[in-house]
């Protein structure tokens, strides 16, 4: 088979290199059509996908970045991912491959937080000793028939008492109390209903970031002017002076962009 990969070229700025990937992913999902599922081709070609979008999952991992989990973990979460999502991708849908692939990525690690990482993080010396604490406590029960003190457990397992203490506080890490539920003993409403109000512009974090993600696709001239347009809040007039070019040409730029936009939005609910 040819090699129709892009050549190498020198140093690059972000937007360009992302002009490559998306270049070189195109390619590569024309050459992937083409072979039989399971083949070592294919899995050649799959593999250079992975590895060409890999940015995509560490951009996404990067938002998750104070749950105190190690990142090389959120990656290859996220990976997982990005490995559905060209299984399911179909070039002809004319959707860029990154839109596509963003919100399988970050459910597949919203996902993992959700259902496997501790409440609170736990050090791991702390988190082995309970389990260690979490079998002794078992089995004095089963030999006296009742729970065993902190005392008992700490001769046990020849520690102190206040690590023992300890590694009960940690397990409860594990279990995270309903912000509905009623506190225990003082009869007062729950977390939820003495928390602050609710704000509005949490619904919009999402959308940003897609926004963000999207705005990279353009070129730099029209990236700069919706930011002149929209962020820094100048006039069409203003902007045509800024670059030097007339404002009916600012305008179909702007005209031009939201359609890309739009078009690369194109996801299916």
């Not at 700025?13 to 195109?26: C, E, H, I, N, V």
Request: proline letters at 6%; one cysteine or more; charged letters at 25%.
């Amino acid at each position: 088979m040819q090699d129709t990969h892009p050549a190498p070229r020198g140093p690059s700025t972000p937007s360009s290199r992302g002009a490559d990937t998306r270049a070189l992913t195109q390619v590569l999902f024309g050459e992937l059509k083409e072979l039989e599922p399971g083949s070592p081709e294919h899995g050649r070609v799959r593999g250079a996908l992975i590895e060409a979008n890999l940015p995509l999952v560490r951009y996404a991992a990067a938002r998750f970045r104070s749950r105190n989990e190690p990142m090389e973990d959120v990656v290859q979460v996220g990976t997982i991912g990005l490995i559905n999502a060209i299984d399911r991708f179909d070039p002809e849908r004319g959707v860029q491959f990154p839109t596509f692939a963003m919100p399988t990525v970050v459910g597949e690690i919203k996902r993992y937080f959700r259902d496997n990482v501790r409440t609170v993080h736990v050090p791991r010396r702390l988190h082995e000793l309970w389990v260690q604490v979490t079998g002794a406590t078992e089995d004095l029960t089963t030999t006296h028939g009742r729970s065993p003190t902190t005392a008992e457990i700490a001769e046990r397992l020849r520690i102190t008492e206040e690590e023992v203490l300890a590694c009960i506080e940690a397990g409860r890490s594990y279990h995270a109390t309903s912000l509905e539920a009623a506190q225990e003993g003082d009869g007062l409403p729950g977390l939820l209903d003495r928390l602050g109000y609710e704000d509005p512009a949490l619904d919009g974090v999402e959308h940003r970031d897609l926004v963000r993600h999207l705005l990279v696709q353009l070129p730099e001239r029209e990236q700069r002017i919706l930011l002149l347009r929209y962020y820094s809040n100048l006039t069409q007039s203003q902007i045509s002076a800024e670059l030097g070019v007339s404002q009916m040409h600012v305008s179909r730029l702007l005209a031009r962009s939201f359609a890309r936009l739009r078009s690369a939005n194109r996801i299916e609910a």
